[in-house]
C-alpha cells in the first residue's frame, strides 16, 4: 500500500504546477485524499481535501481560488492544481489518504487521523 507524489519543481512567482499523489495496492475513490504542506521551521499544515466515495472537497482559505484538489480514479491518483503560486507557497507537499468519516469536514486538516503517506514532493516557487 503506498502513496507516490510527483510533479513538484521550480516555478516562478505567479506561475502554475500541478502535483500528483498515485496510489497502489488500495482504490484511492474509497479513500479521503489530503495535501498538506511543510515549510522549514513551519508546522505542516492541511492544503486541500477530497472526501472519498464521492464527497466533496475542502480548501483552506489562503488556497481557496488558487488550488484545486481532482481525482481520476481511472488512473486511480489525486490531483492538486496549483496556480497563482507565490513563494509562501514554496514547501514539500505530501499526500495522505485515510478511510472516510463524518467528520471529515471539520478535521481533514488533522493529519494524525491518516494512515497512508506519500514521501512528498519539493515545490519551490522563486525568481
Known amino acids: 500500500l503506498q502513496l507516490v507524489e510527483s510533479g513538484g519543481s521550480l516555478v516562478q512567482p505567479g506561475g502554475w504546477m500541478r502535483l500528483s499523489c498515485a496510489a497502489s495496492?488500495?482504490?484511492?475513490?474509497?479513500?479521503?485524499v489530503a495535501w498538506f504542506r511543510q515549510a522549514p521551521g513551519k508546522e505542516r499544515e492541511g492544503v486541500a481535501c477530497t472526501i472519498g466515495n464521492g464527497g466533496v472537497e475542502y480548501y483552506s482559505d489562503s488556497m481557496k481560488g488558487r488550488f484545486t484538489i481532482s481525482r481520476d480514479n481511472v488512473e486511480n491518483a489525486v490531483y492538486l492544481q496549483m496556480s497563482r503560486l507565490q513563494p509562501g507557497d514554496a514547501a514539500i507537499y505530501y499526500c495522505?489518504?485515510?478511510?472516510?468519516?463524518?467528520?471529515?469536514?471539520?478535521?481533514?486538516?488533522?493529519?494524525?487521523?491518516?494512515?497512508?503517506w506519500g514521501q512528498g514532493t519539493q515545490v519551490t516557487v522563486s525568481s
Open positions: 495496492g488500495f482504490t484511492l475513490a474509497d479513500y479521503t
Open positions: 495522505a489518504a485515510k478511510l472516510p468519516s463524518i467528520w471529515d469536514p471539520w478535521n481533514w486538516r488533522d493529519g494524525k487521523d491518516y494512515n497512508y
